[in-house]
């Protein structure tokens, strides 16, 4: 059976400097991934690299058995992987339901979410759905990012750094969302500094260090020890 | 009642120069982009009126009705042959590339219709009036007028009420997260630019049918342009119009207290405009 998404050997560079080390990594169908590390630890490149935003120098990547690493940002969204970008990156010009709706620009045909369901499952949205975007909280910006992702009915949600800057309350009531999202049939890959949240929501973990994964396993099989040595470079004492 | 006349003379004028205008104000507010050349592409409208008035033997305004998607073809084809490959974080390239435009542009039409003037040929609407209460407004000044409004009516209406417009608006704030949303800034800058050109055709067929034009009639409509977007705000297309009715009414005033005062009043204008106002009237709030 093929994997729904595929690295292999996976290399990118940022500007002149390597940020990527022959990454190997599979996400299977329905399964919630973590990539745990440290600052620049090559996280988010690895997120751009998938999507396109970031030029893949080396290795392949695939969705379920297509190659997508030469392809262009637009062509990997249609071909099923959406992100939630750190920062949220919202369009300060639309608002909220614009931002949602725009996130369903390039998509053909039905699928499971729709306008109505984004807002089933963030009631707060559908209140302030004629805010700009920009003019929400954190939290709420948060789930606009991840509403207009989902608008896209992707196989694949690459979720990066969804916790940052947000209070701990305001994070449990986003990741509250997962599990629709899960049910939904979209496999997710969620990148976080917070490792107690990635190891709550995660059936697999990598833990990445200076562009290479250094550590790999399902959280229960994962000594807090052996992350914490993968995640800052050190032994255990 | 001569300065009533004389105000709705500068207001036509002034729609006049918010068509000029509205083109430009579109392309900024998309891709940050500076047409030198978008003068130079009104005149070479008005050519292209002309030549398929008296081609195919129809009143410039059904002639400027098939002119509107071959200048729309031309824009698509302008952007991604051309701009598409200078635009970038560096703003030097793109103005550079679309002054060499202006002047190909400009010799061109030299060599395909020599230095005469022309005018396009509107027949009797050109001298017909209507009373307007206590003053007389032409025709066609009215026309023109109206016309601005329903164009950047129009261009509003897009922006803000349909699928292109959303995309170009949120590929104006974050070409990046753009793509991520499965949006080709390349293809919506060319579609832009398509659009543009389209406005320019209009702007072209009242510049023919008002005044002569010869090649070299672009540069000093993109001043007026120019100077129209920058009071309005860049990037607002309400505030283009109001900056072209500033300028034209402006001109109208200077020109009623003495001929010679016409064209730099409306640049007086613009200077006293960006004195008080150094955003323009309507300036974008997340700029």
Not at chain 1, 52 to 63: K, Q, Y
Not at chain 2, 20 to 27: D, I, K, P
Request: with cysteine; net charge neutral.
């Amino acid at each position: 059976m093929t994997a729904l998404l595929d690295l292999r050997g996976l290399t990118a560079h940022y500007g002149d400097f390597q940020a990527l080390f022959g990454v190997d990594l599979t996400l299977e169908e329905g399964q919630t991934l973590a990539i745990i590390g440290a600052n620049g630890a090559g996280k988010t490149t690895l997120m751009r690299a998938i999507t396109g935003i970031a030029r893949v120098s080396g290795g392949s990547a695939t969705l379920a058995g297509t190659r997508i690493d030469r392809m262009a940002a637009p062509d990997i969204l249609r071909a099923g992987i959406a992100m939630v970008p750190e920062g949220r990156r919202l369009f300060p010009s639309l608002s909220v339901e614009e931002n949602l709706r725009i996130g369903a620009h390039s998509r053909q045909g039905n699928g499971f979410w729709t306008l109505a369901r984004i807002y089933d499952l963030f009631p707060v949205l559908r209140e302030r759905r004629l805010h700009p975007g920009t003019a929400l909280s954190g939290g709420q910006q948060q789930m606009v990012a991840i509403g207009r992702a989902l608008m896209s009915n992707p196989r694949v949600l690459l979720c990066d750094e969804l916790s940052l800057g947000l209070a701990p309350v305001v994070i449990h009531e986003i990741y509250a969302a997962f599990p629709t999202i899960r049910d939904s049939g979209t496999a997710i890959v969620v990148v976080e500094q917070d490792i107690s949240q990635a190891l709550k929501v995660a059936d697999h973990v990598h833990c990445m260090m200076e562009g290479r994964i250094t550590l790999s396993g399902a959280p229960e099989n994962l000594s807090r020890a052996a992350i914490h040595d993968a995640y800052f470079g050190v032994r255990h004492a | 009642m001569i300065w009533l006349d004389t105000l709705l003379q500068g207001l036509m004028l002034g729609g006049l120069y918010a068509l000029f205008a509205a083109g430009l104000s579109l392309v900024f507010g998309i891709m940050r982009l500076v047409n030198l050349a978008h003068g130079d592409l009104i005149v070479l409208g008005a050519y292209l009126i002309l030549g398929l008035g008296s081609a195919l033997g129809l009143h410039p305004f059904l002639a400027a009705v098939l002119a509107l998607p071959l200048m729309f073809g031309l824009g698509w084809l302008l952007q991604t042959a051309l701009l598409n490959r200078v635009l970038g974080e560096d703003i030097l390239p793109p103005l550079l590339v679309t002054f060499g435009l202006s002047v190909v542009i400009q010799n061109a039409l030299l060599m395909g219709f020599s230095a005469d003037s022309r005018k396009l040929p509107v027949g009797p609407i050109e001298a017909q009036a209507l009373p307007l209460g206590p003053v007389t407004v032409g025709v066609m000044p009215l026309i023109t007028f109206a016309s601005a409004i329903l164009v950047i009516w129009g261009l509003n209406q897009l922006f803000y009420r349909t699928a292109l417009g959303r995309a170009f608006r949120a590929t104006s704030d974050d070409p990046v997260t753009a793509q991520l949303m499965g949006i080709r800034p390349r293809s919506i800058f060319a579609i832009a630019t398509g659009i543009a050109l389209v406005v320019a055709a209009i702007a072209a067929l009242y510049l023919g049918a008002r005044a002569n034009f010869d090649p070299a009639t672009g540069p000093a409509r993109l001043l007026y342009a120019f100077e129209a977007v920058i009071i309005g705000g860049l990037g607002s297309l309400w505030g283009t119009l109001a900056g072209g009715l500033v300028i034209g009414v402006a001109q109208a005033l200077g020109a009623a207290l003495n001929p010679e005062w016409q064209i730099l009043a409306g640049h007086l204008a613009f200077v006293a405009v960006l004195l008080l106002r150094p955003r323009g009237l309507f300036p974008r709030a997340h700029d």
